[in-house]
T-cell receptor
Framework: DGGITQSPKYLFRKEGQNVTLSCEQN?????MYWYRQDPGQGLRLIYY???????QKGDIAEGYSVSREKKESFPLTVTSAQKNPTAFYLC?????????????FGPGTRLTVT | AQSVTQPDIHITVSEGASLELRCNYS??????LFWYVQSPGQGLQLLLK??????LVQGIKGFEAEFKRSQSSFNLRKPSVHWSDAAEYFC?????????????FGRGTQLTVWP
């Protein structure tokens, strides 16, 4: 089955530690996205990538970093510089750069930092 | 810049009742419009989308939405709600002509369904 995998589903870290969230897709999609979701805030875009080895900052990129070394993978690192990292993180992908293509979402990773 | 407003944070309806979730957008031209649904602790699933043509679009699970240019709205409707429709619903807008492909999401409307 084609889809987007995010692992792990739940992640716990101590404050001051960097943590990397995994996102893998086997849909052969070109574009990938990372969103952060907080209660009552909707989805806010962290980073997005249209092609391999290229990515752009979204609206709340501070304290986060990404890489896109392979088409199917778009890992997100939450660094210690992110002031409030506890949130639900969603990865999405899209077939191409056309705005008419829909975004497909993974199941999410809930990160708790204490 | 584009923005999306979902005025209702939480809506409660009885099973079998009709439903309308409101969505207003801000954009200089006709945008691409989407409605997504999210069950607790899950990712988002696309319900329907509007790009052009007929302003009444049909989606999955019996949902429909109507694009009204004059009101900058894209309200989601369902004639008879089922208990399984309880979830959070997000409206999103994308820009025409954009090569970046990003979406702007509203804050969501939480739907509770009473039996």
């Amino acid at each position: 089955d084609g889809g987007i995998t995010q692992s792990p589903k739940y992640l716990f870290r101590k404050e001051g530690q960097n943590v990397t969230l995994s996102c893998e897709q086997n849909l052969n999609h070109d574009a990938m996205y990372w969103y952060r979701q907080d209660p009552g805030q909707g989805l806010r875009l962290i980073y997005y990538s249209q092609i391999v080895n290229d990515f752009q900052k979204g609206d709340i990129a501070e304290g986060y970093s990404v890489s896109r070394e392979k088409k199917e993978s778009f890992p997100l690192t939450v660094t210690s510089a992110q002031k409030n990292p506890t949130a639900f993180y969603l990865c999405a992908s899209k077939r191409g750069t056309s705005e008419t293509y829909e975004q497909y979402f993974g199941p999410g990773t809930r990160l708790t930092v204490t | 810049a584009q923005s999306v407003t979902q005025p209702d944070i939480h809506i409660t309806v009885s099973e079998g009742a009709s439903l309308e979730l409101r969505c207003n957008y801000s954009y200089g031209a006709t945008p691409y419009l989407f409605w997504y649904v999210q069950s607790p602790g899950q990712g988002l699933q696309l319900l329907l989308k509007y790009f052009s043509g007929d302003t009444l679009v049909q989606g999955i699970k019996g949902f429909e939405a109507e694009f009204k240019r004059s009101q900058s709205s894209f309200n989601l409707r369902k004639p008879s709600v089922h208990w399984s429709d309880a979830a959070e619903y997000f409206c999103a807008v994308g820009a025409r002509g954009s090569t970046l492909g990003r979406l702007y999401f509203g804050r969501g409307t939480q739907l509770t369904v009473w039996p």
